[in-house]
């Protein structure tokens, strides 16, 4: 924190001296703030007989303090309390009724309240009002055997033609506040949102009001709404068939074969089973039936991926990767791994879960090798301790820069330059030398930023075992490694204290 403290001062040096490269704008020097002293404590005003205004609550209050006039004299009036006030500049938000009864009753020896500021109100933006679902709530089906049923996924969102889909409501103004001095205390003006892009749909009679004018899926991303039909194959797809890419939903009645590749800007839906074949989609994957890879099969989804079973496959989900079983494949989720239903298990290859793993049993009694991981990696967090070294290096480099560019524009303004051509050539090449340094450590702090999101995301997660992990399965969790020394039975595995425990699930 230090380092950065100084190379801020150190920056902010070099900027003046830049700007003293460059003709000044007379400018005028900015007045302290009325109502406060040099300490920033509220003025006490003092008027005759001693009585004083007196402000408080960051200038929102005023009040007044009045002696009784001495013997002879005539009772302040209204008119005197204003003049009074106005000389002290109160100039907002006067409590008339108050004032007036000091006046009238000749109110003395107290302080009360005679003007009062206004705290801003803030405004509301614009916002629409849908009318279908925007959040996908689905959840698989479990079957009475306890298998899990994952084409009840498939469920899409429709609309009919004329259905109102989304109403817009205009933004409302704030109003600002003042304090007793009328100054301003200014709100965020409200913003007014977009209107709504994509397909489908018009607003042509009431341009806040949106309108389907097809029947179909539709889906809401990003601020747009898309109603379209839905791509489907009604048998299989092989090589015959060759690429299947649609902008939108895909659903496969049939098989994917070997070597196809599918590509779908939104979900995936395939009633059959996949052999070796690559599959992406924006959103999620569903296979009824399941993946048989062949150790080729590439499946990655923005979303989910739904499968009955995944062999031999490298499957990775930006969100949750769910099957009845997992057997020597490679499966990557930025959410959580679950082999759940009836088998429940994994067994053989690499399984990670960033959040977390949970499975009926893991690895088998033929000590077929298995490794089930939680959380960071350690390689993730050897990226990030060279992230900060960088970090750190870059940011000496980028101080040492300031510090010679520095250098030579005091002398430049001191005439101590021996020549001064060559020291604007100087500075020419340190200034580009600064941007780099800037460029590269910004690039290096976000990557820092993306890997301690990570770390942080896989922090406190589990690897759960609802019935059975068997000897010689690896367990890895935050970068730690343990290798399960005997058959154990409903257990959950976390990393704390600097190590992986286990404790017992209650049955």
Do not use: W
Not at 447 to 473: F, M, P, Q, T
Request: hydrophobic share 35%; aromatic share 8%.
């Amino acid at each position: 924190m230090t380092d950065d403290i100084n190379l801020a001062k150190s920056l902010a040096e070099l900027d003046s001296l830049l700007k003293d490269l460059q003709p000044q704008e007379e400018s005028e020097e900015a007045e302290a703030p009325d109502g406060y002293d040099e300490n920033g404590n509220p003025f006490y005003f003092a008027i005759k007989n001693g009585a004083y205004v007196r402000v408080d609550d960051y200038n929102m209050r005023a009040f007044l303090y009045l002696n009784p006039p001495k013997k002879g004299e005539d009772f302040y009036s209204k008119d005197d309390i204003y003049e009074f006030l106005a000389q002290n500049k109160i100039t907002y938000g006067f409590h008339k009724s108050n004032i007036a009864a000091i006046a009238k009753k000749h109110i003395s020896g107290r302080e009360i309240l005679v003007a009062k500021g206004s705290l801003p109100k803030p405004g509301l933006n614009g916002f629409y009002e849908f009318f279908f679902e925007t959040v996908d709530r689905r959840k698989p089906l479990i079957r009475e055997d306890g298998t899990v049923d994952y084409t009840s996924m498939s469920q899409i969102t429709n609309v009919n033609k004329g259905d109102k889909i989304a109403v817009y409501h205009h933004a409302t103004p704030g109003e600002d506040g003042y304090d007793v001095y009328g100054k301003k205390t200014s709100v965020k003006p409200t913003k007014e949102l977009p209107l709504l892009k994509g397909r489908g749909f018009e607003h042509n009679i009431d341009p806040d009001i949106y309108v389907a004018n097809i029947s179909g899926r539709i889906d809401y991303k990003n601020g747009a709404i898309d109603i379209k039909d839905v791509y489907e194959v009604r048998g299989d797809v092989d090589l015959v068939t060759g690429k299947v890419e649609f902008f939108g939903d895909i659903t496969i009645k049939g098989n994917v074969g070997s070597g196809v590749t599918i590509r779908a800007s939104r979900n995936v839906f395939i009633e059959g089973v996949v052999e070796s074949a690559f599959i992406y989609a924006g959103g999620d994957i569903t296979i009824k039936k399941g993946i048989a890879g062949n150790d080729k099969a590439v499946i990655k989804a923005k979303g989910n991926v739904y499968s009955d079973y995944i062999e031999y496959a490298n499957v990775e989900a930006n969100q949750n990767v769910r099957a009845n079983y997992i057997m020597n494949s490679n499966v990557y989720a930025a959410g959580k791994v679950i082999a759940e239903g009836k088998n429940g298990s994994i067994l053989g290859g690499n399984v990670r879960g960033l959040l977390g793993v949970n499975a009926g049993t893991i690895g088998n009694d033929k000590s077929v090798k298995t490794t089930v991981a939680s959380g960071f990696s350690a390689a993730e967090y050897e990226s990030y301790v060279q992230c900060h070294t960088k970090e750190n290096e870059l940011k000496d480099n980028l101080s040492n820069t300031v510090e010679q560019m520095t250098q030579i524009l005091k002398n430049k303004r001191l005439g101590n330059d021996k020549d001064s051509d060559e020291s604007d050539k100087l500075i020419e090449i340190l200034n580009a030398k600064k941007d780099e340094l800037f460029e590269n450590l910004d690039k290096d702090r976000r990557e820092r930023e993306e890997l301690s999101a990570v770390i942080e995301k896989g922090k406190g997660n589990a690897i759960v075992v609802n019935n059975r992990i068997y000897e010689g399965s690896k367990i890895c969790i935050e970068g730690s490694t343990l290798v399960i020394p005997s058959t154990t039975d409903y257990v959950r595995y976390k990393f704390e204290d600097g190590r992986i425990v286990v404790g017992g699930l209650i049955r």
